[in-house]
């Protein structure tokens, strides 16, 4: 059975899975696809969904990993020059300069969790993103209660209190779209033996 063949079939079956829900694709309407067929074909759709759930796992992680480095950034600035960053400086009178640095340092636990929850291969990987989101949460409270103290609501800085938890919520988002796409593949697999030709 050669590629083409598989890619026919693949999109046969996403056309009418809305149809019935729980047959495989035939190579024609008169004889159902043998065991080996229907092998090869949930074969491909768990590669192919493999290879999709590491990239797009792979490119979140990265993005959230980013963001962990300019917070890193961020703290050597406040501990080298205190103050001298503008979204710093707006709770120069509210905060001292080292829960500042502490809050940056939760953020970036908060990434990290992330994207350990999004990379590591075990069944607690949930866990570890649903941890991230709790230390996102206490951040996102600790710099909204500073930023309704300012004398003037600064909206330049509304990614201090939400960035750490939108980070993790996204995280958490793509993690759950991922595992359903997988799920469908290992449904699609417990299906597959129940229409042999007789």
């Known amino acids: 059975m050669d590629m083409l063949t598989v890619r026919k079939l693949t999109r046969n079956?996403?056309?009418?899975?809305?149809?019935?829900?729980?047959?495989?694709?035939?190579?024609?309407?008169?004889?159902?696809?043998?065991?080996?067929?229907?092998?090869?074909l949930v074969r491909s759709l768990e590669r192919s969904q493999a290879q999709q759930s590491l990239v797009w796992r792979s490119a979140f992680a990265a993005f959230v990993f980013c963001f962990a480095m300019f917070l890193v950034y961020s703290i050597f600035q406040q501990v080298l020059s205190p103050w001298e960053l503008r979204y710093h400086a707006y709770f120069m009178e509210e905060i001292d300069s080292w829960m500042i640095i502490t809050a940056d340092w939760m953020a970036v636990l908060a990434c990290s969790l992330a994207i350990k929850g999004l990379v590591h291969n075990s069944k607690d990987r949930r866990q570890w993103i649903w941890y991230s989101c709790f230390v996102g949460f206490v951040l996102a409270v600790f710099w909204s209660y500073y930023m309704l103290r300012l004398p003037k609501f600064r909206w330049d800085v509304i990614w201090l209190p939400f960035g750490p938890l939108s980070g993790a919520g996204i995280c958490l988002y793509v993690d759950h779209l991922l595992n359903e796409s997988s799920e469908e593949v290992r449904k699609l697999r417990g299906y597959m033996y129940a229409y042999k030709v007789s």
């Open 13 to 40: 079956w996403r056309n009418s899975r809305e149809e019935d829900k729980f047959s495989l694709p035939t190579l024609d309407d008169s004889r159902p696809m043998d065991t080996q067929e229907q092998e090869e």
